[in-house]
């Protein structure tokens, strides 16, 4: 089955530096990438949808320069956070959608921040 | 705006229970709607997917099934085991996933 990866899996950082995490499609190629991050015990909640070769559009209330997402190629989409605060701290998780088929969307692992 | 809810939001049963999680929506142009298992600090696994045109489907000991008219789908759980202790999550989708509330569940041995 199709499988997307997430880099890395968790990641502690001092407030006001910036983190990267991968999106990564292992055996198909992803047009569409979709960011999410959830609070603890909350449902996920979308950021932003990627788009290979072009710029990603974001839900409202998310904010551009903060969170940005680059999708350089049909496998790998990132999304880095700058200038890290602690409110930042969540679980972020990677979808993506593949070229040819259905709506599905597959799941990353997820990647925990935890900015101190 | 698509809204997704699912009651209850927690659930604490005796093993060997069969059970039954709710998932309600707001906008029935759905294209499909899937069910996922998310154990603590980790993704999301994909249980059962309803095509839009599908009223139900079966994996196991899971069943799931959707109606569209009313804006409610189910999960059915039969002779629940402590491994299945997680937090159960509906999404719908359109061009894009709406995902409820959840559902933490508890089997206890």
């Known amino acids: 089955g199709a499988v997307v990866s997430q880099h890395p899996s968790w990641v502690i950082c001092k407030s006001g530096t910036s983190v990267k995490i991968e999106c990564r499609s292992l055996?198909?190629?992803?047009?569409?990438m979709f960011w999410y991050r959830q609070f603890p015990k909350q449902s996920l909640m979308l950021m932003a949808t990627s788009n290979e070769g072009s710029k990603a559009t974001y839900e409202q209330g998310v904010e551009k320069d903060k969170f940005l997402i680059n999708h350089a190629s049909l496998t790998l989409s990132t999304l880095t956070v700058t200038s890290a605060h602690p409110e930042d701290s969540s679980f972020y998780i990677c979808?993506?959608?593949?070229?040819?088929?259905?709506?599905?969307?597959?799941f990353g692992p997820g990647t925990r921040l935890t900015v101190l | 705006k698509q809204e997704v809810t699912q009651i209850p939001a927690a659930l604490s049963v005796p093993e060997g229970e069969n059970l039954v999680l709710n998932c309600s929506f707001t906008?029935?142009?759905?294209?499909?709607l899937q069910w996922f298992r998310q154990d603590p600090g980790k993704g999301l696994t994909s249980l059962l997917l309803?095509?839009?045109?599908?009223r139900e489907q079966t994996s196991g000991r899971l069943n799931a099934s959707l109606d569209k008219s009313s804006g409610r789908s189910t999960l059915y759980i039969a002779a629940s085991q402590p491994g299945d202790s997680a937090t159960y999550l509906c999404?719908?989708?359109?061009?894009?996933?709406?995902f409820g509330t959840g559902t933490s569940l508890t089997v206890i041995p």
């Open positions: 055996d198909f190629q992803a047009t569409t």
């Open positions: 999404a719908l989708t359109g061009n894009q996933f709406y």
């Open positions: 309803i095509q839009s045109s599908q």
């Open positions: 979808s993506a959608r593949e070229v040819m088929g259905t709506d599905t969307q597959y």
């Open positions: 906008d029935s142009a759905i294209y499909n």
